[in-house]
């Protein structure tokens, strides 16, 4: 299963929420070194901009498995600026706020950052994956 496939479906599970920093966090987990367990635990408190509308829980996810990784900071940069040049923002509240401007329901705003946090992470890390 691919990295996006598994964010899919864990975005997708009505019995469970996972926020968006553990949507990003649990498909890379292997990247890790963390188990399941582990990588929802470590996301748990960083959706919705780390429960106050700051960074993008997304973003935060994402900076989190470059980190875990050993990823450089260049890619933590260029994570960064390409999240920032797709999304003209990178706070949580603000981006809803945008979202919210355009007519796009909070869950699809939410699961399009995940889905794009997903595939700039399997580029950076040279994971480039089929859909």
Do not use: W
Not at 19 to 35: D, K, Y
């Amino acid at each position: 299963m691919t990295h996006m496939e598994e964010a899919k479906l864990l975005r997708e599970d009505p019995n469970v929420h996972y926020n968006c920093a553990q949507s990003v966090l649990i498909p890379f987990r292997e990247a890790c070194g963390l188990s399941r367990e582990a990588a929802n635990q470590l996301g748990a408190n960083f959706g919705s901009g780390m429960r106050h509308g700051g960074a993008c829980g997304a973003l935060t996810g994402a900076l989190m498995v470059l980190g875990l990784a050993g990823k450089e900071a260049s890619a933590a940069n260029e994570l960064m600026r390409r999240f920032r040049t797709e999304n003209n923002d990178v706070n949580c509240s603000d981006l809803l706020r945008q979202a919210q401007e355009r007519g796009e329901p909070r869950k699809a705003h939410c699961d399009r950052m995940v889905y794009q946090a997903i595939a700039l992470l399997d580029e950076l890390m040279g994971e480039k994956e089929e859909n």
